[in-house]
């Protein structure tokens, strides 16, 4: 084994232990090709860790997911932290996780820049409005994929449908409804209730079980030093000090209405109720950067979606064209908006290596906690009617120019007005819908597909 440290649990000694160049190698390579969301990601990391490399095995692979998925923020990005620190320790938990995200804050950084100097142009207006009804169709799949799984009976159809009408008719804030959703699930399950079993995760897929005696690190439970412990959490206080300092510092010398202090704090409070995915949070995100601040416009925030969706990388990076737009607007510079990119960035996945470094050391115990998993369970319905309200806002924003806001009481709905339909984004959409529920095409076919029929719309006038 070439890296002795105790920065590490220590695993068999059994074949060649990669260095931490080779390991850096081999993030960079699961960074590159994590496209296609969660479960894509998850299932190239599956491929190439598991099975190519044989660093761990199927059921500690499985085991790490399910304690990923227990945190708030991206679970793929989480989950190739944790595995980083399995391999070696803080350092490879920084590498892992970091490489996980720098394509994608890369990609998104030069489309950010194209997007504001060239997008009055009619070619670069036109793949964003191909895009936009893409990403329409996506969402729904994502609805339809998340709902299949987590409506299995009808404590959580409850939970969805009050989760959609809060959110939708009486705008709760999601992190209330995060909230109460995880309060039911725990209360559930203390009181022995079957509905609020604990569900499954993405899982992994591939060909034949890798068992753990096969791996480098052995079918053994892996030990946990006093030094590997002390080390996981020294290193989780100072991710969390790296994220809150520069934040309260933000405060401190700019004042609470500058825009990056609002920026620095929107995307903290962000970090710590992204449960449910990504699409669950850009809900509340679009509501807020569109209604309450004024970041950047519903169409806009579709174009950023549109750019998340095809760069790799988490999803949740589309809080990175955000935070852009977000100082774009405010300071007028390209480097303002640069900055407030990777403010917004920062601050939203400076607290995932805090979490997973602070929790690693006990993943074993976390995972058999079955009214924590159940409290997932119950977040993972609320979700559902969460996303729902996400495609009904998308929807309303892509295929109508203008909406009125229906007021009775503490409801408060937005409503589309019928004379103002866009015909070629309800045709595109309409179009997206079928190539992916109907014609079953991949994500890239129907985002490349749509955008170069929005293109060809706009040049035709």
């Given at each position: 084994?070439?890296?002795?440290?105790?920065d590490r649990p220590r695993g068999r000694n059994k074949g060649d232990w990669p260095t931490l160049a080779e390991a850096t190698r081999v993030w960079a390579r699961v960074a590159i090709l994590s496209f296609g969301g969660p479960a894509g990601q998850i299932a190239v990391m599956h491929r190439i860790t598991v099975e190519e490399k044989r660093w761990i095995g199927d059921d500690r692979f499985l085991h790490a997911l399910n304690f990923c998925m227990l945190l708030p923020g991206p679970e793929a990005q989480q989950l190739a932290t944790y595995i980083g620190w399995?391999?070696?320790g803080t350092r490879g938990a920084i590498i892992a996780?970091?490489?996980?995200i720098l394509p994608g804050l890369l990609s998104i950084m030069a489309l950010s820049w194209i997007y504001v100097i060239f997008g009055e142009v009619d070619l670069v207006s036109g793949l964003f409005f191909g895009l936009k009804a893409a990403v329409l169709a996506i969402v729904l799949q994502a609805l339809v994929r998340i709902a299949g799984k987590a409506l299995k009976n009808n404590a959580m159809r409850a939970i969805a449908l009050g989760s959609f009408l809060a959110i939708f008719a009486f705008q709760v804030p999601f992190p209330l409804i995060i909230a109460a959703?995880?309060?039911?699930g725990y209360a559930g399950a203390r009181g022995g209730l079957a509905d609020f079993a604990p569900g499954g995760g993405h899982g992994a897929q591939g060909g034949a079980h890798v068992a753990e005696a096969e791996t480098l690190l052995g079918d053994e439970t892996i030990e946990m030093p006093v030094t590997a412990r002390r080390n996981a959490l020294i290193a989780g206080m100072a991710a969390l000090a790296l994220w809150l300092v520069p934040v309260g510092l933000?405060?401190?010398t700019l004042g609470p209405e500058n825009v990056f202090t609002d920026i620095a704090l929107f995307f903290s409070k962000m970090a710590v109720v992204t449960f449910g995915g990504a699409y669950a949070v850009l809900a509340y995100v679009?509501?807020?950067?569109v209604g309450t601040y004024g970041w950047l416009t519903a169409g806009q925030m579709l174009d950023g979606l549109g750019m998340a969706e095809t760069t790799p990388g988490p999803l949740i990076m589309v809080l990175q064209f955000v935070g852009f737009l977000g100082a774009w607007s405010a300071e007028g510079t390209l480097w303002a908006a640069t900055l407030g990119a990777l403010l917004a960035t920062y601050v939203t996945f400076a607290p995932c290596f805090a979490w997973i470094l602070l929790g690693a050391p006990w993943m074993?115990?976390?995972?058999?906690?079955?009214a924590l998993a159940a409290a997932l369970t119950a977040v993972t319905a609320a979700v559902v009617g969460v996303i729902l309200n996400l495609a009904i806002w998308f929807a309303i924003h892509v295929i109508f120019?203008?909406?009125a806001v229906w007021r009775a009481g503490p409801l408060a709905v937005e409503l589309p007005r019928l004379a103002s339909v866009d015909w070629a984004a309800a045709l595109l959409t309409a179009l997206a819908v079928i190539a992916v529920f109907r014609l079953k095409l991949g994500m890239m076919t129907v985002l490349a597909g749509a955008a170069i029929a929005g293109a060809a719309l706009t040049m035709l006038g």
């Open positions: 084994m070439t890296d002795a440290s105790l399995l391999m070696h996780g970091g490489l996980f959703a995880a309060l039911i933000f405060f401190v679009a509501q807020e950067a074993e115990r976390l995972r058999r906690n079955r120019d203008a909406v």
